[in-house]
Protein backbone atom coordinates (compact mmCIF):
# COMPACT_ATOMS: atom_id res chain seq x y z
CA UNK A 1 0.00 0.00 0.00
CA UNK A 2 0.92 3.72 -0.20
CA UNK A 3 1.66 6.00 2.22
CA UNK A 4 -1.35 7.83 3.67
CA UNK A 5 -1.13 11.03 5.20
CA UNK A 6 -2.90 12.38 8.34
CA UNK A 7 -2.98 15.81 10.12
CA UNK A 8 -3.83 16.37 13.52
CA UNK A 9 -3.94 19.32 15.82
CA UNK A 10 -3.86 18.85 19.21
CA UNK A 11 -2.09 21.20 21.36
CA UNK A 12 1.53 22.57 21.14
CA UNK A 13 3.13 20.57 17.99
CA UNK A 14 5.80 19.95 19.72
CA UNK A 15 3.91 17.72 22.60
CA UNK A 16 1.95 15.73 19.85
CA UNK A 17 4.89 15.01 18.00
CA UNK A 18 6.68 13.05 20.22
CA UNK A 19 3.51 10.63 20.63
CA UNK A 20 3.63 10.17 16.85
CA UNK A 21 7.64 9.81 16.52
CA UNK A 22 8.12 6.55 17.40
CA UNK A 23 5.44 4.21 16.46
CA UNK A 24 5.61 1.24 14.23
CA UNK A 25 3.92 2.21 10.45
CA UNK A 26 4.97 5.88 10.98
CA UNK A 27 7.72 7.28 8.58
CA UNK A 28 7.65 10.81 9.43
CA UNK A 29 6.18 13.84 11.37
CA UNK A 30 6.45 17.14 9.99
CA UNK A 31 5.12 20.08 12.92
CA UNK A 32 3.13 22.96 10.61
CA UNK A 33 0.31 25.18 10.79
CA UNK A 34 -2.88 24.30 9.17
CA UNK A 35 -6.17 26.15 8.62
CA UNK A 36 -5.36 29.78 9.16
CA UNK A 37 -5.96 32.79 6.97
CA UNK A 38 -2.40 33.76 5.73
CA UNK A 39 0.21 31.92 3.54
CA UNK A 40 3.31 31.17 4.75
CA UNK A 41 2.56 31.79 8.64
CA UNK A 42 5.53 32.71 10.99
CA UNK A 43 5.35 31.15 14.70
CA UNK A 44 5.03 34.06 15.56
CA UNK A 45 2.39 35.30 14.01
CA UNK A 46 0.39 31.98 14.65
CA UNK A 47 1.44 32.00 18.22
CA UNK A 48 -0.28 35.83 18.04
CA UNK A 49 -3.93 33.89 17.57
CA UNK A 50 -4.22 36.34 15.31
CA UNK A 51 -4.33 33.97 11.42
CA UNK A 52 -6.54 31.70 12.43
CA UNK A 53 -4.29 28.57 12.40
CA UNK A 54 -3.56 25.31 14.26
CA UNK A 55 -0.33 24.26 15.54
CA UNK A 56 -0.30 20.88 14.16
CA UNK A 57 1.57 17.50 13.13
CA UNK A 58 1.10 15.78 9.61
CA UNK A 59 1.80 11.97 9.66
CA UNK A 60 3.21 10.08 7.23
CA UNK A 61 2.16 6.53 7.93
CA UNK A 62 1.67 3.01 6.17
CA UNK A 63 -1.93 1.85 6.30
CA UNK A 64 -0.95 -1.90 6.17
CA UNK A 65 1.39 -1.08 10.04
CA UNK A 66 -0.62 1.24 11.75
CA UNK A 67 -4.25 2.36 10.45
CA UNK A 68 -5.85 5.81 10.28
CA UNK A 69 -8.39 5.05 13.11
CA UNK A 70 -5.33 3.53 15.15
CA UNK A 71 -3.89 6.95 15.03
CA UNK A 72 -7.09 8.83 15.98
CA UNK A 73 -7.47 6.75 19.00
CA UNK A 74 -3.91 7.76 19.96
CA UNK A 75 -4.54 11.34 19.64
CA UNK A 76 -7.82 11.24 21.64
CA UNK A 77 -5.36 9.14 24.34
CA UNK A 78 -2.70 11.42 24.10
CA UNK A 79 -4.54 15.35 24.97
CA UNK A 80 -7.47 16.72 26.24
CA UNK A 81 -10.21 17.11 23.88
CA UNK A 82 -12.74 18.14 26.09
CA UNK A 83 -10.82 21.82 26.50
CA UNK A 84 -11.75 24.57 23.47
CA UNK A 85 -9.15 25.82 22.40
CA UNK A 86 -6.68 25.17 24.84
CA UNK A 87 -4.30 22.41 26.11
CA UNK A 88 -3.20 23.08 29.81
CA UNK A 89 -1.42 26.38 30.02
CA UNK A 90 -1.51 26.53 26.41
CA UNK A 91 -4.43 29.12 25.34
CA UNK A 92 -5.83 29.86 22.36
CA UNK A 93 -7.49 28.89 18.72
CA UNK A 94 -3.86 27.53 17.79
CA UNK A 95 -3.92 25.21 19.86
CA UNK A 96 -7.68 23.95 19.21
CA UNK A 97 -8.16 19.90 19.12
CA UNK A 98 -9.19 19.46 15.36
CA UNK A 99 -8.74 16.89 13.05
CA UNK A 100 -8.42 17.75 9.42
CA UNK A 101 -9.04 14.51 7.26
CA UNK A 102 -7.59 14.15 3.74
CA UNK A 103 -10.20 12.07 2.40
CA UNK A 104 -14.32 11.00 3.02
CA UNK A 105 -13.09 7.83 4.31
CA UNK A 106 -10.48 9.96 6.64
CA UNK A 107 -14.09 12.15 7.56
CA UNK A 108 -15.85 8.93 8.03
CA UNK A 109 -12.91 7.40 10.46
CA UNK A 110 -12.68 10.83 12.27
CA UNK A 111 -16.54 11.18 13.17
CA UNK A 112 -16.13 7.27 14.71
CA UNK A 113 -13.18 7.94 16.75
CA UNK A 114 -14.58 11.15 18.06
CA UNK A 115 -17.71 8.66 19.33
CA UNK A 116 -15.29 5.73 20.25
CA UNK A 117 -13.53 8.91 22.34
CA UNK A 118 -16.51 10.04 24.26
CA UNK A 119 -17.08 7.63 26.42
CA UNK A 120 -13.50 7.92 28.23
CA UNK A 121 -14.30 11.47 28.94
CA UNK A 122 -16.73 12.96 31.26
CA UNK A 123 -17.02 16.52 29.18
CA UNK A 124 -17.78 16.42 25.91
CA UNK A 125 -15.14 16.26 23.23
CA UNK A 126 -14.78 19.53 21.83
CA UNK A 127 -12.42 18.27 18.77
CA UNK A 128 -13.02 19.90 15.35
CA UNK A 129 -13.11 18.21 11.89
CA UNK A 130 -11.88 20.74 9.58
CA UNK A 131 -11.95 20.72 5.92
CA UNK A 132 -8.18 20.12 4.62
CA UNK A 133 -6.37 23.33 4.03
CA UNK A 134 -3.23 24.57 3.16
CA UNK A 135 -0.24 22.98 4.61
CA UNK A 136 2.64 25.00 6.04
CA UNK A 137 5.67 23.92 7.54
CA UNK A 138 6.57 25.06 10.60
CA UNK A 139 10.66 26.43 10.67
CA UNK A 140 13.15 24.08 11.20
CA UNK A 141 14.00 24.68 14.67
CA UNK A 142 10.43 23.36 15.47
CA UNK A 143 11.06 19.74 13.76
CA UNK A 144 11.81 16.55 16.24
CA UNK A 145 11.86 18.99 18.85
CA UNK A 146 11.72 16.76 21.84
CA UNK A 147 14.17 14.61 20.07
CA UNK A 148 16.87 17.44 19.81
CA UNK A 149 15.94 19.43 22.90
CA UNK A 150 13.32 18.44 24.60
CA UNK A 151 14.77 17.58 27.46
CA UNK A 152 16.85 20.79 27.83
CA UNK A 153 13.14 23.01 28.16
CA UNK A 154 11.12 22.62 31.26
CA UNK A 155 8.07 23.03 29.68
CA UNK A 156 8.05 20.07 27.62
CA UNK A 157 9.72 18.09 30.79
CA UNK A 158 6.06 18.86 32.53
CA UNK A 159 4.04 17.95 29.15
CA UNK A 160 5.75 15.18 26.73
CA UNK A 161 6.67 12.33 29.52
CA UNK A 162 2.96 12.49 30.57
CA UNK A 163 1.99 11.97 27.06
CA UNK A 164 4.37 9.39 26.47
CA UNK A 165 3.27 7.74 29.33
CA UNK A 166 -0.35 7.03 28.36
CA UNK A 167 0.82 5.77 24.85
CA UNK A 168 3.00 3.16 26.28
CA UNK A 169 0.40 2.47 28.89
CA UNK A 170 -2.34 1.72 26.27
CA UNK A 171 -0.47 1.54 23.09
CA UNK A 172 2.88 -0.22 23.58
CA UNK A 173 2.63 -2.85 21.29
CA UNK A 174 2.79 0.12 18.70
CA UNK A 175 5.77 2.06 19.61
CA UNK A 176 9.18 0.74 17.48
CA UNK A 177 12.32 -0.23 19.25
Known amino acids: MAAEIATLAGG ?9 QNL ?42 ISYADLLDIFFATHDPTTLNRQGNDVGTQYRSAIFPHSDEQEAEAKAGIARA ?14 DAPWYPAEDYHQKYWERVGDRNPYCMAVIPP ?3 KLRKGFGDRISG
Not at 12 to 20: D, L
Not at 36 to 45: C, D, I, L
Not at 123 to 130: A, D, G, L, Y
Request: aromatic fraction near 10%.
Open 163 to 165: KLA
Open 12 to 20: CFWCTEAVY
Open 24 to 65: KGVQSVESGYIGGNNANPTYEQVCSGTTGHAEAIRITYDPAM
Open 118 to 131: QGDYGSPIVTTIEP
